[in-house]
């Protein structure tokens, strides 16, 4: 499991955390001619070499990277505009489904090099989750419904949302982990109150029903991470 736990942090952080946005509007446009698909797969056999910290893995990071790279060909080449939300959320499947693959194969256990014990890596790897990643697969859940005047405004400040929604799912998490689940309810209305004033100024119900798909995604999501990190930090691994 621990392994797994690893796996899935390397692919947070290849994916999402050091993939910027001009490596991934690079691959679109040149797809497999794009020096930065090759960097990113590679990125990842690396990452996970790394955090696993066993060079019997080595084979097994390449393997990694290899499929990494393949899926994410496949998506580049296949996808239109109309099918990015389909091609992402399938594209995160077949990840998924390779690091379990390779977590059941290698399935040799081994002590960790660099001296964390496993619920570090556990707790880790859940706030790591909500922050960027969660951001984004928020993002593509919901663009089909997104408004067309959904445009920032002068009074706002820039990427505020984004921002608000990690801070929001890691208090969720924490509240969680902590064992104060009364607080989870005291964070949501606080957060009801201060946008109800804005989404009644702004007389647009597809707007009010954008924002609370979001909310309510984010905070599910939080909250089902948060629980499940609980479970496991009090299993054996």
Known sequence: MILFVKLFLAHLLGDFIFQPNSWVIDKEIKKQKSFYLYIHAALHGIITWILVGELSFGWYALLLAV???GIDFLKLHFQKASTKRAWFIGDQIAHFIVL??????YNQQKIDFLGFNNQFWVILTGILFLTKPTSICIRNLISIWTPENNNRTDN???????????LERLFVFCFI???????IGFLLAAKS???FGDLKEAKDRKLTEYVLIGTL???????????????????SF
């Open 67 to 69: 499929t990494h790279g």
């Open 100 to 105: 379990i693959t390779i977590a059941l194969l």
């Open 156 to 166: 706002s400040l820039a990427n505020a949302g984004n921002y608000i929604g990690i």
């Open 177 to 183: 982990i902590t064992g104060h689940f009364e607080a």
């Open 193 to 195: 109150i201060f946008r």
């Open 217 to 235: 995604l984010s905070f599910g999501i939080a909250l089902l991470t948060g629980l499940i990190v609980q479970v496991m930090m009090l299993q």
